[in-house]
């Protein structure tokens, strides 16, 4: 990662807050977990109950 002082004279403590900032936010948002609603393993269909009742035990999977 580079950082660019564009205008004015930064000093090494301000630098050093700033790229203390960023690293702080690149490591909370690393820290964050994705929720359960979003994982694609609520897209996948179950397997079907096997035997002559099996369409019927559909409904009542859990």
Avoid: N, Y
Avoid at 7 to 27: D, H, I, K, Y
């Amino acid at each position: 990662m580079e950082l660019t002082v564009v205008r004015g004279q930064a000093t090494p403590e301000e630098l050093e807050a700033v790229v203390a900032a960023v690293f702080r936010r690149l490591a909370e948002a690393a820290e964050r977990e994705a929720s359960a609603w979003s994982a694609p393993s609520g897209l996948v269909r179950r397997p079907l109950p096997g035997g002559d009742d099996g369409w019927r035990l559909t409904a009542w999977a859990s």
